[in-house]
């Protein structure tokens, strides 16, 4: 049962940085590859940051491209995404989520390649 924890949401002013965790289940990072997403209230669930299940190789929504960093630390099983520069538009609950790779088509980008979710944690940005 493949299980996702998000945590190190929070308040933070404008300009400010923050990371957020994500600890998955074991064997999750060997079958996965991974992405955060986020939601705003009353808009939809939009892509932010993927990395592939070797980690080599990661992709970034144009919004949060040079402002954000996915990563992982295998031994933690835990995968982190780095927010510097933050601004109110990145005010939202962001969600990781794992795309097994045995049914993976290569939209990254999209919710509907990702089988697991996490809860979710809010980050607000003030002004």
């Known amino acids: 049962q493949v299980q996702l924890v998000e945590s190190g949401g929070g308040l933070v002013q404008a300009g400010g940085s923050l990371r957020v965790s994500c600890a998955v289940s074991?064997?999750?990072?060997?079958?996965?590859?991974m992405g955060w997403f986020r939601q705003a209230p009353g808009k939809d669930r939009d892509f932010v940051a993927y990395?592939?299940?070797?980690?080599?190789?990661?992709r970034y929504a144009d919004s949060v491209k040079g402002r954000f960093t996915i990563s992982r630390d295998n031994a933690k099983n835990t995968v982190y995404l780095q927010m510097n520069g933050l601004t109110p538009k990145d005010t939202a609950v962001y969600y990781c989520?794992?795309?097994?790779?045995?049914?993976?088509?290569?939209?990254?980008?999209?919710?509907?390649?990702?089988?697991?979710w996490g809860q979710g944690t809010q980050v607000t940005v003030s002004s």
């Open positions: 989520a794992a795309a097994p790779v045995v049914t993976y088509s290569g939209t990254y980008y999209s919710v509907t390649e990702y089988a697991y």
């Open positions: 074991e064997g999750t990072l060997n079958s996965c590859a």
């Open positions: 990395m592939t299940r070797s980690g080599a190789t990661t």
